[in-house]
Every structure is written in structure tokens, then in C-alpha cells.
Nanobody, 128 residues
Framework: VQLQASGGGLVQAGGSLRLSCTAS????????IGWFRQAPGKEREGVSC????????YYADSVKGRFTVSRDNAKNTVYLQMNSLEPEDTAVYYC??????????????????????WGQGTLVTVSS
């Protein structure tokens, strides 16, 4: 089962978008969920992560204070609210799940190999 990221689009610098991550046939509430992005010509990087119960979060320094991750387990959906967007935020955004414990995930700084069930991502384009 692939996780499906949606909500991307074209926005001007300083604008906002909210991404959603869902999965059909898989209950996300059992898993820590990570958001990643991959800009053209760059490696995929971890952006944010939320614990299975939603009580712990992590943000990369580049998005701290601008992005907020949350989840609604009743809707089987994880969100990434992105505010004060910058052209440098332009990328394809992905969500994925991890069965690793929270402390492990942070110690390993959202290592890609710790996450599975990748979907196709959603494109976010921020114009200057």
C-alpha cells in the first residue's frame, strides 16, 4: 500500500499550502509518519515527522517555525501546513511511514531507509 500525498500546487513566495497524506487500506495511526521533499537535482531530504499518536513532532531546521505537521487519525490523514513559503521550498513532497521507534528515528535524523510505503508525491512550486 502506497501513501498518497496531495495538496501541492503553485504559490507565490510568502504564501501557504496544506499537504495531506492518506492511505487506502492501511491504518496510519499505528505508524510514525514522515514528510520528505526532493528538489530538482537534489537528494530527497526529511522535512518533518509526527509520532503515531501525534504528540511528538520533528522539523528540519530549514522549515522550523514555518511548517506544522499534524494528524487526524479518525480521518486516517496526516497534514503538513506550510506557511511563509520560499522559492527554496520548491520540490516534490512525499510522505512515508516508519515502524521504527520515535527516538531511533530522530537519532538517525529521518534516514530514508527507515521509511516505507512511498507514494508518488505532490509537486509544490513557489514562485518569487
Amino acid at each position: 500500500v502506497q501513501l498518497q500525498a496531495s495538496g501541492g500546487g503553485l504559490v507565490q513566495a510568502g504564501g501557504s499550502l496544506r499537504l495531506s497524506c492518506t492511505a487506502s487500506g492501511l491504518t496510519l495511526e499505528y505508524y510514525n509518519i514522515g514528510w520528505f521533499r526532493q528538489a530538482p537535482g537534489k537528494e530527497r531530504e526529511g522535512v518533518s515527522c509526527v509520532s503515531s499518536r501525534g504528540d511528538r513532532t520533528y522539523y528540519a531546521d530549514s522549515v522550523k517555525g514555518r511548517f506544522t505537521v499534524s494528524r487526524d487519525n479518525a480521518k486516517n490523514t496526516v497534514y503538513l501546513q506550510m506557511n511563509s513559503l520560499e522559492p527554496e521550498d520548491t520540490a516534490v513532497y512525499y510522505c512515508a511511514l516508519s515502524v521504527r521507534g520515535w527516538t531511533d528515528l530522530l537519532t538517525r535524523t529521518m534516514t530514508l531507509s527507515d521509511f516505507t510505503n512511498w507514494g508518488q508525491g505532490t509537486l509544490v512550486t513557489v514562485s518569487s
